[in-house]
């Protein structure tokens, strides 16, 4: 019900999951449960230090409750779990308490099918309750507990059919939006995810096979050689990058805006706009010609970290057209490569 306190699990407590535990407990109106695998014991010591343009500078921030595991914070009953990462609660759960509504804060088309499948098939009697999100957030870890943020962070959320359904999400809604998030709700999310997914293809591929930052692809050359910045532009080769990678990068977009109509998503404002890939790559352009743009996107960061990235939720489900069906076939041999190192 609106106004009152929510218990909230937030499984996985990186850049994104910081970020949002942070919104949904400066409003007061949830208590906050955050489960921290690998940065626990930094976390558990010092708190989280957050650099933000939007919520200021704050050192040693904690949420209510911080876990090791999803078995560990499995002790009590939840109103919602938001799940930023892959992994989801253990079956255990649902033999002690009703099962939660799930939010999901993650990328890429079709990942609501399988939490729902794993929890109807907990009980046929109980329909789950699952709210998906196409999220735009500009995000990093810096270090374990150093988070990076921008000046925004913005989830569209689908709008659901029954009455129940509805009052839930704007329930939800209004958690985020006390705590200074913004929240859009629309009546096909599936479209907004697609969309977000333009700027994923594109950028998130391109940047990953270079393993550059997007200011090597955006930012003017520097007029002066004494002055350092990383990733620096050659001045000899940035008109090509122009003349051939960044119509590159423009032809991808529009290849993905025809699989967008072939899915049935129109030509409209509120849905998929032929205008998105020139509006995509001009605000790309503005934010990435700074000189303090430092935002690294997910794919290039797990690669990084020597984690294994999201091929098949993010280009694979788009695969149709040459230039994605490229990106994809490189993509392949990066995921190879990052799976056999995990398992070596």
């Known amino acids: 019900m609106v106004g009152e306190i929510q218990d909230i699990l ?14 949904l407990k400066r409003g007061g109106l949830a208590h906050v449960t955050a489960v921290a695998r690998s940065n626990y014991d930094v976390i558990n010591r010092e708190g989280i230090h957050f650099q933000s343009k939007k919520y200021g500078d704050i050192k040693g921030w904690r949420p209510d409750h911080l876990c ?16 930023t990462t892959k992994a989801i609660p253990e079956v255990e759960y649902n033999d002690q308490f009703p099962q939660p509504t799930y939010m999901l804060l993650q990328n890429g088309l079709g990942i609501e099918q399988d939490l729902y499948n794993a929890l109807k098939a907990l009980s046929n009697k109980v329909e789950p309750k699952i709210i998906s999100c196409g999220l735009w957030i500009y995000t990093n870890l810096l270090a374990p507990n150093v988070v990076e943020h921008g000046d925004f962070d913005h989830d569209w959320t689908m709008m659901v059919n029954t009455a129940e359904e509805s009052s839930l999400l704007k329930d939800f809604a209004n958690i985020l939006e006390t705590g200074g998030g913004t929240v859009n709700i629309v009546p096909e999310v599936q479209c907004i995810k697609f969309s977000k997914n333009l700027w994923n293809i594109s950028f998130s591929g391109i940047m990953m096979l270079t393993q550059y930052t997007l200011p090597a692809f955006f930012q003017p050359p520097s007029e002066d050689p004494s002055i350092s910045y990383e990733p620096y532009v050659y001045p000899a080769t940035a008109d090509l990058i122009k003349t051939y990678t960044i119509p590159m990068i423009m032809a991808i977009l529009e290849e993905l805006i025809l699989v967008g109509r072939v899915l049935g998503y129109p030509d409209a404002e509120d849905s998929l706009p032929s205008s998105l890939p020139s509006f995509i790559l001009e605000t790309s352009w503005k934010i990435h010609a700074k000189p303090d743009s430092t935002h690294v996107l997910s794919m290039l960061l797990d690669a990084q970290r020597g984690q294994p990235i999201e091929v098949e939720a993010i280009v694979g489900e788009n695969m149709a057209i040459l230039y994605i069906e ?19």
């Open 68 to 83: 090791k595991s999803v078995a560990e914070a499995a002790d009590r009953p939840y109103d919602y779990i938001v799940v």
């Open 326 to 344: 490229t990106l994809y076939a490189l993509l392949l041999v990066v995921q190879n490569q990052l799976l056999c190192r995990l398992r070596a």
């Open 10 to 23: 937030l499984i996985g407590f990186s850049a994104v999951g910081a970020v949002y535990s942070l919104i």
